[in-house]
């Protein structure tokens, strides 16, 4: 728990448009529950400030902030990507050779001549006062 007034700061995945990351979610379906439809898009103006005000925060600024990440080649891309906690599920119920194929295949477009990957991404941030 912040303490009275103290900034928390809330990280979330930005506009799926702008997010090549996103592949990651059509990669990992087939091993996962399905996702509910139509979920909050917590990246929408307006919606993690909702949820903060609902948690006793009060918003004070959002913003947009976007970066690449870059892997050598394709057992980076999948070491790296594995980590993520629906990666993880994944492998506990598919095992992890299935999944780290998967990934690599969703991320085939993003492949560069020379076998590296460059995933740029958007987030979406809220700071807020606890």
């Known amino acids: 728990m912040a303490k009275p007034g103290a900034p928390v700061v809330i990280q979330v995945w930005g506009d799926p448009e702008r997010c090549d990351l996103d592949a990651l979610h059509g990669a990992l379906a087939p091993f996962l529950p ?30 947009e902030s976007r970066w690449a990440y870059t892997f050598a080649d394709d057992e980076e891309l999948a070491r790296g990507l594995l980590a993520a906690a629906n990666a993880v599920l994944a492998v506990e119920a598919a095992g992890e050779e299935p999944v780290r194929a998967a990934i690599v295949e969703a991320f085939a477009r993003h492949r560069a001549r020379d076998g590296s990957y460059r995933l740029a991404n958007e987030w979406h941030y809220l700071v807020a006062a606890g």
């Open 34 to 63: 399905p996702r509910p439809a139509g979920g909050p898009g917590l990246w929408k103006p307006g919606v993690l400030e909702r949820l903060a005000t609902e948690a006793g925060l009060t918003p004070r600024h959002a913003f």
